[in-house]
């Protein structure tokens, strides 16, 4: 009998042991792509003006430092509890993956983009890291074609993204790496509408939407954020 106990741990042993090599690997792998092909600028030439989503964040973070957010009036959701959704995320109608966002009672925001799309008829885009983390703005007034609404929360987020940019054709792979910024406005009826703008110089930059209906946090899984 011990000799079998004594068989089955060196066999939980190996596995463990291959899993982590295997792990270091692929972590090698990526190291290298990264290190020796990384692209410092990603997407259109663009001009946003003050709604830039960095311009945005740099005022955020500074309210948040001195404690200067507001809370959630009574025109808008309460956010009594944990509230997130998981949903896909487009770009001009076509799929860029998937996006998780979650909201808690204090107005902390956090969640991930994951995905691996074509971008074109030979490259396609994985997306390795994308996490994001900020805060909701009640103050913040939604304003479209047909006036203001009270009752839409906006939120900002900020992460970092690590992109591998594959041309099938030529089997070049190359890094992408940047800011990554989530913002968007939740209605009353936990209507969630978004986007993501990922950058690397703050003046050229993609631009990806995603919509759905937020709820509890039931199945909805936040991977640990690798960035600060």
Known sequence: MADGIGAGKNRGGFVLLLGLLIAVVIGIYIYHVVARNVVNRVGDEGDLG???????????KKRLEKDEVSDTTDEQIELSEAIGLQTKVFE???????????????????????????????????????NFEGNIVPDKVYIDEEGEDLSELFFLARGQFLILETNNDSGRVRSIMGGAYVRGWIGVENDVSGEIIITADQKNFDRYRWEGIAGDMKGIILLPSFFE
């Not at 003050?50 to 955020?60: C, D, M, S, V, Y």
């Open 92 to 130: 001009e109608g076509q799929e860029r993956g998937t996006i998780t966002v979650s909201i808690l009672p204090n107005g902390s925001v956090s969640g991930g983009w994951t995905g691996n799309f074509y971008v074109s008829k030979d490259v396609d885009f994985q997306v390795i890291l994308c």
């Open 50 to 60: 003050k709604e830039a989503p960095w311009i945005q964040w740099r005022e955020l």
